[in-house]
């Protein structure tokens, strides 16, 4: 038994790795999507024609030659193509994990790898790939945009769940901890629920270039209810032009988006509070320790909202304010598994 177990113990350090260098994807993608890095490279994958970016002088002009639109600009084209690496090594990590737990499976069928849970992350993967393609060639299309950032929330998340499962150390509970453990299943789903919400209206957020349409808090244009334009603001079929960077949105319509985002922020405040309070109410240290991570995150993420708002979006506080939202998703998702994982003793 002892080699089926080093086996696992090898496939949970590699989902770690996968999942730490999908944390530095998910920041990478902010950064270049924050500093308009998007189209810094007019084609996909290369960029202008080569591996990296164009540096030389000749490099340069061959580039701007062939791509006359989209005159090269140094400072946004290597963030894209940071990203771009960052994220095919993640995907080569993902394949070779994949690999790996079928083989596992095959050798030691009782472990019960999640060959299946591996096997779809590898699809969301490449999946991520056509929309990374995407969003270069439909010029930033809202629509590609947040799909990508929430496939890319969505990797972290599964790449996190698979490392959970491969450690393979479920909490051991009396009756009475697992009884409360399990009836907070339905609050833990909508606590789930709701923050998947509130990642995608950021990311539409972000997208529509609607972080600044009210730069001041709590009110909004000094009003609680400014003038707003919601039918324009959620138009999913909207156009692109030539191309987004910028947005194309009148101020209401920002406005809207941006009101919705602030109204799902307290929607989210107001679930994740009644689930820290009944959470709290199991008697077991390491649910009062997951609480308090969680109400941390919750607080952290409060703060760097209202600080992207008050202070004109600042480029780290922007950043860290995608970082930390994925990780409280990834602490609810640690919950949940739980939740469902947990033995009664």
Not at 252 to 279: K, M, N, P, S
Request: with cysteine; charged share 10%.
């Amino acid at each position: 038994m002892a080699p089926i177990k080093n086996q696992q113990k090898h496939g949970y350090r590699w989902a770690l790795f996968a999942a730490a260098l999908c944390a530095v994807v998910v920041v990478l993608g902010a950064f270049t999507r924050l500093v308009d890095a998007g189209l810094g490279c007019p084609d996909w994958p290369g960029c202008y024609g080569h591996l990296t970016w164009p540096s030389s002088d000749e490099h340069v002009a061959r580039a701007e030659a062939l791509f006359p639109e989209a005159p090269v600009e140094h400072d946004k084209t290597w963030p894209e193509m940071v990203h771009r690496y960052f994220a095919g090594t993640l995907g080569l990590v993902i394949l070779g994990i994949t690999l790996a737990t079928w083989r596992f499976a095959a050798r030691a069928p009782a472990m019960n790898y999640p060959r299946w849970h591996a096997t779809g992350l590898l699809a969301l993967v490449i999946l991520q790939a056509a929309f990374g393609m995407w969003t270069v060639t439909l010029k930033l299309w809202p629509q590609v945009v947040t799909a990508h950032l929430l496939g890319g929330f969505a990797t972290f998340s599964l790449l996190w769940l698979l490392a959970l499962r491969l450690q393979d150390r479920p909490w051991s509970l009396s009756g009475n901890s697992h009884r409360r453990l399990l009836g907070l299943r339905p609050l833990i789903w909508l606590a789930l629920i709701v923050v998947v919400m509130q990642i995608a209206l950021g990311g539409w957020t972000s997208s529509n270039y609607a972080a600044l349409a009210c730069t001041d808090f709590p009110t909004c244009h000094g009003e609680w209810w400014p003038d707003t334009d919601f039918q324009r603001g959620f138009n999913f079929a909207q156009s692109v032009g030539p191309n987004y960077l910028g947005g194309l949105l009148e101020g209401d319509a920002r406005t809207a988006i941006h009101l919705t985002h602030r109204i799902g922020a307290l929607v989210v405040t107001l679930v994740l509070l009644v689930l820290l309070y009944r959470l709290w109410q199991v008697p077991l240290s390491r649910t009062r320790r997951l609480a308090g991570v969680i109400g941390l995150l919750l607080v952290v993420q409060i703060t760097l909202g209202i600080t992207n708002v008050l202070a004109s979006l600042p480029l780290s506080v922007a950043v860290a304010h995608n970082g930390v939202g994925a990780l409280l998703l990834l602490s609810l998702v640690t919950l949940a598994h739980r939740s469902y994982s947990a033995i009664r003793i």
